[in-house]
T-cell receptor
Framework: KNEVEQSPQNLTAQEGEFITINCSYS?????LHWLQQHPGGGIVSLFM???GKKKHGRLIATINIQEKHSSLHITASHPRDSAVYIC??????????FGTGTRLTIIP | EAGVAQSPRYKIIEKRQSVAFWCNPI?????LYWYQQILGQGPKLLIQ????????DSQLPKDRFSAERLKGVDSTLKIQPAKLEDSAVYLC????????????FGQGTRLTVV
């Protein structure tokens, strides 16, 4: 069964802390996406990965294909980073399978 | 580049009423997706169009939900009649081609059924 699991479900941290959100999946994939969803509901694509590591500003995404695991890191976290972060995976077909998301709250 | 446009942003209806959502994808994107996201859950695919043809509607509750994409551009999703459990955010997304080379989502429509 194609599954995506995220952890933690909820994360609260102080401004400036280093944040890590994890995503594990059950079988081989063609691509993994990290998405950001703000309270209004809109979703923004942050990264698409099939191997290695990508960095954009304070955001870093890594993927380990052998371990079927990806992490999203936020350095020097800020209250505006507060959002739901969703991991979504292509299991080699045209569908995206979504994790349930990690709700991140950064306290000033 | 204009993003994926959805309307309305919010809708409140009573159960057994009908409702329709509209989506205008990014120009040139052949693939259009409708997702349902219930509070606390990840998005669930309802239907996927390739141009104006349906690729996957296996999770669409066809007794009450319908969707169309006339002329392969805009799309509408309809619920008739609505149930309480249909309360969710309905997200539209588009991509250049099937296979999710990159994800482009609209802002979503938050539906509340009372």
């Amino acid at each position: 069964k194609n599954e995506v699991e995220q952890s933690p479900q909820n994360l609260t941290a102080q401004e400036g802390e280093f944040i890590t959100i994890n995503c594990s999946y059950s079988v081989g994939i063609s691509a993994l996406h990290w998405l950001q969803q703000h309270p209004g509901g809109g979703i923004v694509s942050l990264f698409m990965l099939s191997s290695g590591k990508k960095k954009h500003g304070r955001l870093i995404a890594t993927i380990n294909i052998q371990e079927k695991h990806s992490s999203l890191h936020i350095t020097a976290s800020h209250p505006r980073d507060s959002a739901v972060y969703i991991c979504a995976v292509n299991f080699g077909n045209e569908k995206l399978t979504f994790g349930t998301g990690t709700r991140l709250t950064i306290i000033p | 580049e204009a993003g994926v446009a959805q309307s309305p942003r919010y809708k409140i209806i009573e159960k057994r009423q009908s409702v329709a959502f509209w989506c205008n994808p990014i120009s040139g994107h052949a693939t259009l997706y409708w997702y349902q996201q219930i509070l606390g859950q990840g998005p669930k695919l309802l239907i996927q169009f390739q141009n104006n043809g349906v690729v996957d509607d296996s999770q669409l509750p066809k007794d009450r939900f319908s969707a169309e994409r006339l002329k392969g551009v805009d799309s509408t999703l309809k619920i008739q009649p609505a149930k309480l459990e249909d309360s969710a955010v309905y997200l539209c997304a588009s991509s250049v081609m099937a296979g999710w080379t990159e994800a482009f989502f609209g802002q979503g429509t938050r539906l509340t059924v009372v």
